[in-house]
């Protein structure tokens, strides 16, 4: 920019540091920019309501019973033991903890975790790799424990992942568990899913710095920080209703439809 400011006339000399300036001190900073995802699933608008309504202790207009639970549940993936070639120095005073730039791998977990959403209880295990499998012994694990195993109904909310997707994972997991009710949520919808609150928790809290002296050491500080965070956690406080997602795809259709004018109009 200061080479084209230069260039155009505009100055006839200007810093690389003064545009910088310049450019802090405005409202267009070029720099930034934000991400986002148009929702593609032509059911986006029923699938979200779905568990929104189950948040707010709903299901099909009629309020979930005390014996009607709802758990949120997604896979962390790859997350790996970085032995540092030299240990960490604790904090001291007036310094922060210092950690080593390069280190060995010591293996990898994928974190399986299932949250009540209602009673911010949290159950989580640590498998070599996702899949069918280890799903389904996460959903085990849950579903012969207390109130669960003689609830009326547990509704499992969870994405589109390979591990417990389509019509062949519904039947599975029902037949299984005749109590479990599945409910999976639009594609690239993974905010609606509370676990990966949870998660985000867990990254900052238990896996920052990463360094550890093996695998076995990453699944001892994620079952320990489990009990943990139950210890002290209430559970999320969910703001985000249906009436909010009725609001925002009525903005988005109202949006589309004046692109769509623009388009006609050129």
Not at 4 to 17: H, P, T, W
Not at 60 to 88: G, M, N, Y
Not at 200 to 222: G, H, Y
Request: with cysteine; glycine share 4%.
């Amino acid at each position: 920019m200061a080479r084209y400011a230069q260039q155009s006339g505009l100055v006839a000399r200007i810093s690389d540091s003064t545009v910088w300036r310049w450019l802090h001190e405005d409202a267009i900073r070029p720099w930034q920019h934000r991400c986002w995802i148009f929702p593609r699933d032509p059911h986006f608008q029923v699938k979200a309501g779905r568990i929104l309504d189950l948040y707010a202790r709903c299901w099909q207009s009629k309020p979930l019973r005390e014996d009607e639970f709802v758990v949120s549940t997604d896979e962390k993936t790859s997350i790996q033991a970085r032995v540092r070639v030299h240990p960490s120095l604790p904090t001291r005073p007036g310094k922060m903890m210092r950690v080593e730039h390069e280190y060995a791998r010591g293996g990898a977990w994928a974190y399986l975790a299932a949250l009540d959403v209602h009673r911010a209880k949290i159950f989580g295990r640590c498998e070599a790799t996702t899949g069918i499998a280890p799903f389904e012994r996460l959903v085990e694990q849950v579903m012969r424990q207390s109130p669960y195993k003689d609830a009326r109904r547990v509704f499992w909310v969870m994405d589109n992942g390979s591990s417990h997707r389509g019509d062949a994972s519904v039947q599975r997991l029902t037949q299984a568990h005749p109590r479990l009710v599945p409910v999976h949520g639009p594609v690239h919808a993974s905010w609606l899913n509370q676990i990966e609150i949870y998660f985000s928790i867990v990254q900052r809290k238990a896996l920052t710095p990463n360094d550890f002296t093996c695998r076995a050491a990453v699944a001892e500080r994620l079952e320990n920080f489990e009990r943990y965070f139950e210890t002290i956690a209430q559970p999320f406080e969910w703001k985000f209703t249906r009436a909010d997602l009725n609001a925002l795809i009525a903005r988005m259709r109202s949006r589309y439809a004046e692109t769509q004018h623009l388009k006609l109009a050129a």
